[in-house]
């Protein structure tokens, strides 16, 4: 079997003293091959699958981000697989106007 690859948790965003402070505009360049974006009602499984998909890369190889909500460590905002240049983005309220 093959390397395996890591994962690196991020917080993307967050509530700091200075008020809430972003970096959701660099998850990843403007050279990116592919850009999934999931929307669906709370509890439908977007971070599951988010983690899925992250955890099959990780097996394959590959090294993953996964973006921490930061109001609840226990969602994705998304995942970024930096070597394939892809990202997997939730794109529902309040996220999509981030994004």
Same mark, same amino acid.
């Given at each position: 079997m ?8 991020i ?7 200075? &008020? ?11 050279d990116?091959?592919?850009?999934f974006?999931?929307?669906? &009602? ?6 599951s699958?988010m ?21 609840d460590?226990?969602s994705?905002d ?15 309220a309040p ?5």
């Amino acid at each position: 079997m093959g390397k395996k690859g890591w994962i690196k948790k991020i917080f993307p965003g967050g509530n700091t003293a200075k &008020g809430f402070y972003s970096y959701y505009d660099y998850i990843i360049g403007n050279d990116a091959k592919r850009l999934f974006v999931i929307k669906g &009602g709370p509890g439908v499984g977007k971070s599951s699958f988010m983690k899925k998909i992250g955890y099959e890369m990780v097996d394959k190889g590959y090294d993953v981000e996964f973006h921490q909500c930061s109001s609840d460590n226990d969602s994705l905002d998304g995942i970024v697989i930096p070597d394939l240049k892809i990202a997997m983005l939730d794109g529902t309220a309040p996220q999509e106007g981030v994004f």
